[in-house]
């Protein structure tokens, strides 16, 4: 089997995640040396592919602790996030632990706190959509592409943003797949509507806190993080269309 990433050394930051996970397995097959850090570090419940991976025990907001294996890598890919925070579940402030400040913005902005003026290329999981009513899950990742790309600017990180909508997959959640289609004719009557709503209106404001964004396969997202190793592309930023051109080229290689 031909391995693609033979030799590469990937490490995900939020291995236990949905996405992170997925990009670990994926990256084994494709014949890479991968690094796993999350809080909880090895998982307990050991899998055959468990067992290929480096794990670390980490907390990104104190990524300095293992900074040596982040700038020996040749990418690293953030996948922390969550999507209802804790100052909406557990009454926190914004900023404290496990808010959308914390986790969607401080965790990477440490991480890349580590491989500023290194060679390694850094990709960021952002969003394209956020829950009704809730702002700040996506401008906080806002923020953090908004400081990638300076840094880029500056020619002192090699960033690649990927901003996926709903992510589905038959294989790891068959119940996203029926979703999808929800959310696609869901999609198609709010772009229609927003047409003839008035967008200044308390109306038009309420309405576009439904607004969504088209759905992407998992496979599609997992590809198009690891892609950057063999496709070049530092300073981009991709939507989910952009994602599946960028993954379907990365298939192509192999």
Not at 157 to 172: H, M
Not at 235 to 245: D, H, I, R, T, V
């Amino acid at each position: 089997m031909f391995k693609p990433l033979s030799g590469k050394v990937i490490t995900v930051i939020g291995s236990s995640g949905y996405v992170g996970s997925n990009v670990i397995k994926n990256a084994l097959q494709y014949g890479a040396i991968v690094n796993g850090v999350s809080r909880s570090g090895q998982p307990t419940n050991q899998q055959n592919w468990t067992r290929e991976v480096n794990w670390i025990k980490g907390d990104a907001m104190k990524a300095h602790e293992f900074k040596d294996v982040l700038q020996k890598s040749d990418i690293v890919i953030h996948t922390i996030g969550t999507l209802i925070d804790s100052s909406v579940l557990n009454n926190k402030k914004p900023g404290d632990q496990g808010t959308y400040e914390q986790m969607n913005r401080d965790t990477a902005l440490n991480v890349v706190k580590e491989l500023i003026n290194t060679n390694v290329k850094f990709v960021y999981v952002s969003g394209s959509a956020h829950p009704p009513f809730l702002k700040r899950y996506l401008t906080t990742k806002q923020e953090v592409e908004q400081h990638i790309q300076n840094l880029y600017q500056q020619q002192q990180l090699n960033p690649i943003i990927v901003r996926p909508g709903f992510i589905y997959s038959l294989t790891q959640r068959w119940w996203s797949v029926p979703l999808k289609y929800d959310l696609a004719i869901w999609k198609c009557v709010h772009d229609n509507a927003s047409k003839i709503i008035p967008q200044k209106s308390f109306v038009g404001q309420i309405f576009n806190e439904f607004k969504v964004d088209s759905s992407i396969d998992l496979q599609d997202v997992v590809d198009s993080c690891l892609a950057p190793l063999k496709i070049d592309l530092v300073g981009k930023s991709l939507n989910n269309q952009e994602m599946e051109k960028v993954a379907q080229q990365f298939r192509n290689l192999q």
